[in-house]
């Protein structure tokens, strides 16, 4: 089966938590704060793997965990880092984070590394606290939660060259025969299910690769036959190769099967019109094929045809220097756009300051990650934490602003659903 989006949760690994803890050895005259920092909890990473071509592996993944640092301990001991979690992925995967629709990884290369989910930087333990004038800290951070996303996997497979046309015109012949893929070849209609790709050599020593889509037919592209499904295969290819049967059983005409696969091609992305076409007249050993060539010639003028037999390997020679020539004109870039609407290279939660908010009620309500990552890191059973929070909430200004905005003394002030009272 070919499964080519997926959808599924992830979690990376919360940071260890920092600790609280002092030497108390016979003979250590001045036991200081020993309390361990916690461990980094582990990254989700997706691993491009040219070996892999569905995403048949995800079908049934709900959740993919990153393991959380381990905890700091006394003695100045840290907490051990959690290892990081390597999934691979095809080439040509692009990862979705659902809760924004945002574009978090394009994998278009063999063995590309991307964080989808980051992992969280351990707590501090008291004696990362410890200064000259503060010689016996009680204060400690919680580690910081790891990233939590729902993601999509949308698979376009990655080919240079996408051979597109009627079912039973001879894609996976000709694929069969000018690269090392061995599809499965028959004349009925949708023989090939899952699209096959294959590196084609050419004789200068130039090479491509080539994938051989499942047949299209007429209203593919509003979900008819298995069209739709691989419509979208086709919108990473560089040049579209179009294979057309000179002489059809089934009583169809090339130029009228040249105009459908191209309607729809269009219905479904009006950009693959742009995309250089090459037209491959194939079966060229029949009788009436070269009448229709001639034909076809007059009908499409403008075009480049090269008429070929996959059967008798008439041709092909030809066949792959022309596609290499035209690959040589385009680059993947001038389609960059059409790919992917909104590529962002994978960044860590900008750090911007702090929000506040006042409400109906007169209640102060506070957000903004950086004002969040403390919050989480706090571990409220220590009075000394507490302290530690509002010092860093004053000293990112949080205060200053909250004073602009008119607090007064015994004003609620809320931050992600605790209230504290100001106090001036
Ligand atoms: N006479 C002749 N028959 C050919 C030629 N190329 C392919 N065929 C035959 O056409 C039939 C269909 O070939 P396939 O390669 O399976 O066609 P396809 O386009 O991949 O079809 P789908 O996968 O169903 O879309 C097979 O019986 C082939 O042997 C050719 O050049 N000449
Ligand atoms: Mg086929």
């Known amino acids: 089966m070919f499964i ?18 002092f030497r108390r050895e016979k003979y250590v005259p001045f036991g200081g704060p020993s309390g361990g920092n916690g461990g980094r909890g582990g990254d989700i990473i997706f691993v491009g ?32 880092d959690a290892k990081d979690v390597y999934i691979r992925v095809p080439v040509g995967s692009i990862v979705y984070d659902l809760n924004n629709g945002i574009v978090i990884a394009d994998i278009t290369k063999h063995k590309q590394e991307v964080v989808v989910a980051k992992g969280g930087k351990g707590g501090r333990g008291n004696a990362s606290f410890g200064t000259s004038r503060m010689t016996a800290p009680e204060i400690c951070e919680k580690g910081e939660l790891g990233e939590e996303k729902v993601i999509r996997i949308e698979l376009k497979i990655l080919a240079d060259v996408g051979l597109v046309g ?36 050419v004789k200068d020593g130039r090479s491509f690769v080539m994938a051989d889509l499942p047949g299209l037919i007429e209203n593919a592209s509003q979900g008819a036959g298995l069209g739709f499904q691989f419509l979208k295969h086709i919108e990473r290819t560089r040049v579209i190769v179009h294979v057309l049967d000179m002489d059809s059983k089934e009583k ?5 099967d040249y105009l459908k696969i191209n309607k729809e091609l269009a219905t479904y992305n009006p950009q693959l019109m742009l995309r250089p076409q090459l037209i491959v007249a194939n079966k060229m050993d029949l009788p009436n094929a070269n009448h229709k060539l001639e034909q076809l010639r007059k009908q499409i003028p403008d075009m480049p045809i090269i008429p070929i037999s996959a059967y008798t390997n008439h041709n092909l020679d030809q066949m792959v220097y022309e596609i290499a020539n035209l690959l040589d004109t385009v680059t993947i870039d001038q389609f960059k756009d059409d790919l992917v609407d909104q590529v962002i290279e994978y960044r860590f939660t900008p750090e911007q300051a702090f929000v506040i908010e006042k409400d109906e009620q007169g209640v102060y309500n506070v957000s ?10 706090t571990d409220f059973t220590r009075d000394a934490n507490i302290k530690m929070l509002a010092r860093r909430l ?31």
């Open 394 to 424: 004053r000293n990112l200004g949080v205060d200053a602003e909250l004073r602009k905005l008119g607090v007064k003394h015994g004003d609620t002030v809320r931050i992600f659903g605790y209230e504290f009272e100001f106090l001036d």
């Open 49 to 80: 793997d040219e070996g892999l071509t569905t995403l048949l592996d995800f079908r049934y993944q709900k959740l993919i965990v990153a393991a959380n640092g381990e905890n700091g301990r006394p003695k100045n001991c840290f907490g051990r």
């Open 368 to 377: 903004g990650p950086m004002v969040k990552k403390f919050f989480e890191a």
């Open 166 to 201: 009627f079912p039973s015109v001879g894609k996976s012949t000709i694929i069969s025969v000018v690269s090392a893929a061995r599809p499965k070849i028959a004349d009925y209609p949708f023989t090939t299910l899952v699209p096959q790709l294959g590196v084609v050599k």
């Open 4 to 21: 080519d989006d997926v959808s599924f949760h992830i979690k990376a690994g919360n940071g260890g938590n920092g600790v609280v803890a």
């Open 252 to 256: 169809r005409n090339p130029y009228d």
